[in-house]
């Protein structure tokens, strides 16, 4: 079976604390249906892709960082 391109170095997995819940996102999209998941979606057409941007198309509502745009 294939996986996202991105399944090792994705930037949303340093946002989740706890395994479980990466674990499940993981399964759901990096290593089933990937082509599905919105930040593969914008990386592919060359998009920026906002960090707290979830694999479904949700955002989860993040601190911002030093000088990040809202």
Same mark, same amino acid.
Not at 56 to 68: I, M
């Given at each position: 079976?294939?996986?996202?391109?991105? /399944?090792?170095?994705? !930037?949303?997995?340093?946002?989740?604390?706890?395994?479980?819940? /990466?674990?499940?996102?993981?399964?759901?999209?990096?290593?089933?249906?990937?082509? &599905?998941?919105?930040?593969?979606?914008?990386?592919?057409?060359?998009?920026?892709?906002? &960090?707290?941007?979830? !694999? %479904?198309?949700?955002?989860? %509502? /993040?601190?911002?960082?030093?000088?990040? &745009?809202?």
């Amino acid at each position: 079976m294939a996986s996202c391109t991105h /399944l090792f170095n994705c !930037p949303l997995f340093a946002v989740f604390t706890m395994n479980s819940a /990466l674990t499940v996102w993981k399964s759901n999209y990096c290593t089933a249906e990937f082509a &599905r998941c919105a930040r593969y979606q914008l990386s592919e057409a060359g998009k920026p892709v906002p &960090r707290n941007l979830l !694999p %479904n198309g949700k955002s989860l %509502n /993040l601190p911002q960082a030093h000088g990040e &745009r809202p």
